[in-house]
């Protein structure tokens, strides 16, 4: 048997943004100066909370945004709010010399803002799937880190098989974190896989939906969850990572 010093776990991690990474509406920020937040903020909801397709609202957001500059974008991606433990958590499962990890954004958040954040934030360590809008906006370099265009959220499904086909992942060591509707089916394709999906602080919808899987799916469901007035912390999403990645050494030991 291989000891934990000579074992390193290949992991998948991937991550939802707006609500999950940021508390920001990050499509209504970037229109508030022109007064259309509340307009864009509606359409965010019918999706995360309503049931509404996020492919059927997309060419109206990308509408919305499209007088929005470089300039804008930009210095909004090097002042958007992160919560606590998002920069040490994610920095620390790139960084780490104890686990092979591969971690993404995977976001129906506009590309050309998502991948300004990965490079103003997170120094480019991060592969960026979002959907393909204001990436007019980005040069051919910044633009290598994006690997899917997300224009429905089914096809967060197919950033987890993306990245664990090509990373061969351990099969119980291939997460998805997400907070609303439009991460349910990523957080069920990761527990189908034999890995974890995260219900970060999930709204009511999400964890309406999760109630109603099988009890099977459910024990691979962690729902991390935070009271009324308390700050969400994403430091809990990568304990449950931790905990997943030392009892699979434990078991090898």
């Not at 919808?205 to 729902?223: C, D, E, G, M, V």
């Amino acid at each position: 048997m291989k000891n934990q010093a000579e074992r390193r776990p290949r992991i998948v991690v991937t991550t939802d943004v707006n609500g999950t990474t940021t508390p920001d509406n990050t499509f209504g920020e970037l229109v508030r100066a022109d007064g259309l937040f509340d307009e864009m903020d509606k359409l965010m909801r019918s999706y995360t909370a309503e049931g509404s397709k996020f492919s059927r609202v997309l060419p109206k957001m990308a509408t919305l945004v499209s007088c929005v500059d470089r300039g804008r974008v930009e210095a909004y991606a090097k002042e958007m709010p992160l919560y606590a433990g998002v920069t040490a958590t994610l920095d620390e499962l790139i960084e780490s010399e104890n686990i092979d990890a591969k971690v993404a954004l995977s976001t129906t958040g506009f590309a050309g803002l998502m991948v300004l954040v990965n490079k103003f934030r997170h120094g480019f360590l991060l592969s960026v799937a979002a959907s393909p809008v204001l990436g007019h906006l980005l040069s051919g370099e910044e633009r290598a880190c994006l690997i899917r265009p997300i224009t429905d959220e089914k096809e967060k499904v197919r950033v987890i098989d993306d990245m664990a086909n090509s990373h061969k992942p351990d099969s119980n060591l291939v997460f998805h974190i997400g907070d609303t509707m439009g991460d349910f089916l990523p957080i069920r394709h990761a527990a189908e896989l034999g890995g974890i999906g995260v219900a970060f602080d999930p709204n009511e919808a999400l964890a309406a939906n999760i109630s109603r899987l099988s009890k099977n799916l459910r024990t691979k469901i962690s729902q991390v969850e935070f009271p009324t007035g308390e700050k969400p912390d994403f430091a809990r999403a990568g304990e449950v990572i931790k905990e997943a990645v030392w009892k699979t050494l434990r078991t090898e030991l």
